[in-house]
């Protein structure tokens, strides 16, 4: 007999149908798997095997063969199990075909029947429609993450044995099983197949939960703290430079506690690539704040930006929609940094392979910190032992390509002790996140009908349309221009950086003031890396 199951599995960062075909006929007794598989996926045969066995199903001494369709497309993964559980059940006359049409399985099965979670659920449900499949089946512990797409029937199974008494009910038949096929149900007939709903106020309550130190805690640093939120404000990239304990890391820390909210279309964005990636915790079924990567220095380049074969998201990509940040920039492999320009200028990440190109997406804001020098009191000679030749090497590790990629750069002078032991706390999280709302509304109206949505991503032929510079602002820009000998990359990314100062004071003109902010963060990297290098 022969029997034909829907499912999927994830190539990249995308789903992809697959029809898995199965015959039962006469002959020797082998389980044949074939259709370009991985070494994960072959071994489905023996869970599959095993877990029939363990539900009181005992197949007739048969030759079993299962093709995984398009035999052209290389799959991997243990997602199929439960498709191809199904798919020999129907085969040996359990339920008929019709009761499969519209279904789609997805499920890991262990030895026992138990159906384990997989990866990569959300992106497989939000397709399954395209697929010609208005129902999915898949493990219960993957039930609220599938549940977030609302058009499609979803339904959780905790046992093999849940799933056969669902389609026998659908099918409203009994199975037709041969003489050598045996089936011992449980004396306690398994449970039905389990739907359930995201709760919206148990996604509020996780994201206040996530929101991490906050900057109320930090003492002395405005400037810290004010390059930190326009960064935040419009998405750009930020350097923080300066000694040892000066605050840099709790800067970067507490960046995550004014990150503003992600509007639906991010949420699914962000929680796919998680899923996919397998860090989605179980009982969250959508990721509604944005995430924070701080990966350590000794990360490699397939880590970083993604790799493996076949290839899965790395950290840009983790980290996309919200903050990766880069502690001690300069212990990161110069090799692996460079990987970052791209990304950087793309949003997104190509990784080739033999199996194809994978795109990965890599919209996140860059926050990365650094001392001056290996001793880290570079430029005060008083305490800096390091020499010329040392400093010149710690700092080249930082190339020019990528500085210039970075919008802003900002300085962490010494905390004064007034300032440390102060009574006065700092600006707390809460009212600076109102501003970042703030300016962050009035770039979603400005860009509602363009395909980018901060300042960070305005194009550079976008700039003087929707920069809205002042005619006093037109002339200071150009002066700053020749006077600074800037790139056509840094140009851009000073009248990006006003743009989003002038947001968050409310103004739709871009004013001097503004472009003398945005050009006080280009100036403090020239103080390292140019005057620096050239003085020693």
């Avoid at 009982?283 to 074969?309: E, K």
């Avoid at 010494?414 to 009212?431: F, H, M, N, Q």
């Avoid at 602002?473 to 002066?479: F, V, Y």
Wanted: glycine share 8%; with cysteine.
């Amino acid at each position: 007999m022969y029997s034909t199951v829907t499912s999927a599995f994830i190539d990249g960062i995308s789903s992809r149908k697959v029809t898995v075909e199965t015959d039962v006929s006469d002959g020797l007794p082998m389980f044949t798997m074939v259709g370009f598989l991985a070494s994960e996926t072959k071994e489905a045969s023996e869970r599959v095997r095993s877990a029939l066995r363990n539900s009181g199903i005992f197949l007739g001494v048969r030759h079993i063969t299962v093709n995984l369709a398009p035999a052209s497309q290389h799959k991997g993964g243990s997602l199929f199990d439960l498709a191809i559980a199904v798919s020999v059940l129907s085969a040996y006359g359990f339920f008929p075909q019709k009761a499969l049409d519209g279904i789609l399985f997805l499920g890991e099965l262990g030895l026992s029947g138990e159906i384990k979670p997989v990866r990569g659920v959300l992106e497989i449900v939000s397709c399954a429609r395209s697929f010609g499949c208005e129902t999915v089946i898949l493990p219960q512990r993957n039930l609220q993450e599938g549940s977030v797409i609302k058009d499609v029937s979803v339904l959780g199974a905790g046992c093999l044995n849940q799933v056969i008494r669902f389609l026998t009910d659908t099918a409203g038949v009994r199975p037709r099983l041969e003489d050598d096929v045996h089936y011992d149900p449980p004396r306690n007939p398994p449970s039905p197949l389990k739907r359930a709903l995201i709760d919206n106020g148990e996604i509020r309550r996780s994201r206040q939960a996530k929101r991490g130190p906050d900057f109320s805690e930090l003492r002395g640093q405005d400037m810290l703290r004010r390059a930190a939120e326009i960064a935040v404000s419009g998405f750009h990239n930020l350097l923080m430079i300066g000694p040892p304990g000066a605050g840099k890391t709790m800067t970067a820390k507490r960046i995550a506690s004014i990150l503003p909210e992600t509007s639906p279309e991010e949420a699914m964005e962000i929680t796919k690539i998680h899923s996919i990636a397998g860090l989605l915790p179980e009982d969250m079924g959508l990721m509604t704040f944005r995430p924070f990567r701080s990966p350590h220095h000794t990360i490699t380049a397939p880590a970083l930006c993604g790799g493996g074969s076949p290839p899965h998201p790395g950290e840009v990509s983790l980290a996309s929609g919200g903050v990766l940040y880069l502690d001690e920039l300069p212990e990161f492999s110069r090799a692996v940094l460079e990987t970052l320009r791209q990304p950087l200028e793309d949003g997104e990440i190509h990784i080739s392979r033999s199996l194809g190109t994978f795109v990965f997406p890599a919209h996140f804001i860059l926050v990365a910190s650094m001392n001056p020098c290996r001793c880290g009191y570079f430029p005060d000679r008083t305490k800096c032992s390091c020499t010329p030749g040392e400093i010149r090497r710690y700092l080249s590790k930082i190339s020019m390509p990528l500085l210039d990629r970075i919008d802003m750069c900002v300085e962490a002078r010494k905390v004064e002790y007034e300032e440390l032991t102060g009574s006065t706390p700092g600006e707390s999280s809460a009212a600076i996140r109102r501003r970042v709302s703030r300016a962050i509304r009035m770039q979603k109206e400005r860009y509602a009908s363009c395909s980018w949505k901060f300042n960070g991503n305005l194009p550079s032929g976008q700039l003087l349309s929707y920069g809205r510079l002042s005619p006093d602002s037109r002339d200071l820009i150009r002066e700053v221009y020749d006077r600074m000998s800037l790139t056509a990359r840094s140009y851009c990314r000073i009248l990006r950086v006003s743009r989003t100062i002038a947001d968050l004071d409310s103004s739709e003109e871009v004013l001097p003031g503004h472009i003398m902010e945005a050009v006080s963060f280009r100036a403090v990297d020239r103080k390292y890396w140019e005057d620096a290098l050239k003085k020693y």
